[in-house]
T-cell receptor, first 116, second 117 residues
Framework: GAVVSQHPSWVICKSGTSVKIECRSL??????MFWYRQFPKQSLMLMAT?????????EQGVEKDKFLINHASLTLSTLTVTSAHPEDSSFYIC????????????FGQGTRLTVV | AQTVTQSQPEMSVQEAETVTLSCTYD???????LFWYKQPPSRQMILVIR??????QNATENRFSVNFQKAAKSFSLKISDSQLGDAAMYFCAYRREYGGATNKLIFGTGTLLAVQP
């Protein structure tokens, strides 16, 4: 399968600051990337879907001004948590796919965000 | 809207034994994919097995097999000869066929599998 790299694996930031998480497809060009949030012992909650070169589509209830998603190239998408607060602390996972080439999307290793 | 239900929050199996994890789903579409993902303590999502809805034959991958009942909208995962490394959270997921892998996955709530030595 293809490889998706997510960076950083973990990050601690102060309340009120912004933090950026990167998701890269290493050996394929990802036309679509997905961003998920996962609380302990819970399922993955889709936050948004981004297609290269266009604005992300956010799921209902997800604040687009809070969680900025950029998919400027076919190999990189970023999630920026702006003005982070302790309640934003969570595990964030990205996945990437390419239409017509792979049957499934491939997941990054996730980022544990702690806001103090 | 499509939904995926996993009714077993936790399961336990003895090493070398067989365990079956249940999954049901609801959809009005006829073409779709179903997946089982494993999430070990590292939290890396790992694809265990996939099933195309148009295929009647149940998918198998080594010790992992599924029982796909399209009419009943049921998709269970059987793990044979369970190993300690199988201990993980298992998620059942649905994805519509049209548009391929660029469609979002709809996940169930997960089943936490413990393997007893």
């Amino acid at each position: 399968g293809a490889v998706v790299s997510q960076h950083p694996s973990w990050v601690i930031c102060k309340s009120g600051t912004s933090v950026k998480i990167e998701c890269r497809s290493l050996d394929f060009q990802a036309t679509t990337m997905f961003w998920y949030r996962q609380f302990p012992k819970q399922s993955l909650m889709l936050m948004a879907t981004s297609n290269e070169g266009s604005k992300a589509t956010y799921e209902q209830g997800v604040e687009k001004d809070k969680f900025l998603i950029n998919h400027a190239s076919l190999t990189l998408s970023t999630l920026t948590v702006t003005s982070a607060h302790p309640e934003d602390s969570s595990f964030y996972i990205c996945s990437a796919s390419v239409r017509g080439f792979y049957t499934e999307a491939f997941f990054g290793q996730g980022t544990r965000l702690t806001v103090v | 809207a499509q939904t995926v239900t996993q009714s077993q929050p936790e399961m336990s199996v003895q090493e070398a034994e067989t365990v079956t994890l249940s999954c049901t789903y609801d959809t009005s579409e006829s073409d779709y994919y179903l997946f089982w993902y494993k999430q070990p303590p590292s939290r890396q999502m790992i694809l265990v097995i996939r099933q195309e809805a148009y295929k009647q034959q149940n998918a198998t991958e080594n010790r992992f097999s599924v029982n796909f009942q399209k009419a009943a909208k049921s998709f269970s995962l059987k793990i044979s000869d369970s190993q300690l490394g199988d201990a993980a959270m298992y998620f059942c997921a649905y994805r519509r066929e049209y548009g391929g892998a660029t469609n979002k996955l709809i996940f169930g709530t997960g089943t936490l599998l413990a393997v007893q030595p």
